[in-house]
């Protein structure tokens, strides 16, 4: 592992407690627990239903399916996401459309997805919450209902993100979260759909249980997509920490951006007015990728590129015809820098003297060894 890793899950005596109680009470599966963190990640989201899935691409495939659609519908979203949000539709049953970024957010462009929806036969927009900067959902919205389309939100990495107050979990018809372990909280494996509507949450709740209606009585066909107590019992730990931890990932960033301003090369992620960032990821964009992470490597710091690929230049999609230059553009720019809650005030501090000293040298192709020229406080904040 660097020196400063990319991610380090943050798992504490609280999270050993509760894990610890559910062991001992003997409910490993489906239980009481998770239908406590259930209603407490609800809450916080601002949701009046939540449905704990085993993962986010389930939560997904489990939203999308309890939101009536399949088979002949078609679903636009991000060509720049994890590849989970087109794979999801495609398990779903139903086909994935894409539609262009906005090269300042990585999100959804409104602007085609309009063009999109208008175009085609478009049922749903599964907008992505990317790095953990909320979509444009005002606009998306707007062409929601303007075209009759639901408006669906992959919020897998941005718990706690929001508009004007109003968090993810509560923008879209429903929404879907992953507690996968890198993200801004955990449950191991994890995920939940969160939602407003009280048939699309029982639907759901069948889905992800063989379609149970009662002990032995299943009114559909469905998953085994549950949660375990275990990690129900995480989450609830990881939930009431996760005011700190964004708290703490919008202070990394803040310094990273302050770091980075004077660095003409390097663009640094914006926060539209009204939004609320969660820096899932602090992802900037630069023409020299290469040459920074080389860099950065060089200094034991991780960075991370998500993600290389469009998803519509990937062998299960590329048979679609997709116009996309943006998307592309960004795959061949983005490098994601270290920003979360484990950083030590020192990894920040020596982080973003590492950064300032990129930012000093008028050709880093000129450096041998970049880690000798930012010793830790060595140097000032001219
Ligand atoms: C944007 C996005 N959607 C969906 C997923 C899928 O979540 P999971 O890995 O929990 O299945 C992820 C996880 O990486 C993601 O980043």
Do not use: W
Not at 134 to 163: F, N, S, V
Not at 167 to 174: E, I, Q
Not at 347 to 367: F, H, M
Request: charged share 25%.
């Amino acid at each position: 592992m660097r020196e400063i890793p990319i991610a380090d899950p943050d798992i504490g005596p609280e999270e050993h407690r509760r894990v610890q109680e559910v062991l001992e009470g003997g409910r490993l599966a489906d239980g009481p627990t998770v239908r406590s963190f259930e209603t407490a990640f609800a809450d916080f989201c601002g949701a009046d239903h939540g449905v704990a899935t085993s993962n986010g691409t389930t939560a997904l495939e489990t939203a999308i399916r309890a939101l009536g659609l399949g088979e002949d519908d078609t679903v636009v979203t991000s060509p720049f996401s994890f590849i989970a949000s087109a794979n999801a539709i495609q398990l779903a049953g139903a086909s994935v459309a894409f539609a262009d970024i906005d090269p300042e957010t990585y999100n959804l462009d409104p602007d085609a997805v309009e063009a999109a929806v208008a175009d085609g036969e478009v049922d749903a927009i599964l907008a992505v919450h990317l790095y953990g900067l909320p979509a444009p959902m005002d606009r998306l919205r707007e062409i929601a209902d303007e075209y009759d389309c639901l408006l669906i939100e992959d919020a897998a990495q941005a718990h706690g993100a929001a508009i004007d107050g109003r968090r993810t979990g509560s923008l879209g018809d429903a929404a879907c979260f992953s507690f996968y372990p890198t993200k801004n909280m955990t449950t191991g494996e994890g995920g939940m759909v969160v939602t407003d509507d009280a048939e699309v949450a029982e639907r759901a709740a069948r889905f992800v249980n063989h379609g149970r209606t009662d002990s032995y009585e299943h009114a559909t066909v469905g998953h085994n997509y549950r949660l375990t107590s275990i990690g129900g019992a995480l989450g609830l730990a990881q939930l009431e920490k996760l005011p700190d931890y964004t708290a703490a990932r919008r202070e990394h960033a803040e310094a990273l951006t302050e770091a980075l301003g004077p660095v003409d090369s390097i663009t640094t992620p914006t926060e539209p007015e009204g939004f609320t960032h969660v820096y899932h990821q602090y992802t900037v964009r630069t023409e020299n990728r290469e040459m920074f992470r080389s860099y950065l490597d060089a200094a034991d710091v991780d960075t991370a590129v998500y993600y290389p690929t469009p998803i519509h230049r990937q062998p299960p999609y590329a048979d679609h015809e997709v116009t996309a230059p943006e998307a592309e553009r960004a795959a061949r720019q983005v490098v994601s820098l270290p920003v979360h809650p484990g950083l030590s005030a020192a990894d920040v501090d020596r982080l973003t003297t590492v950064l300032r000293a990129y930012g000093r040298i008028d050709d880093p192709r000129e450096i041998e060894e970049p880690a000798a020229a930012v010793e830790p406080g060595g140097e000032s904040d001219d």
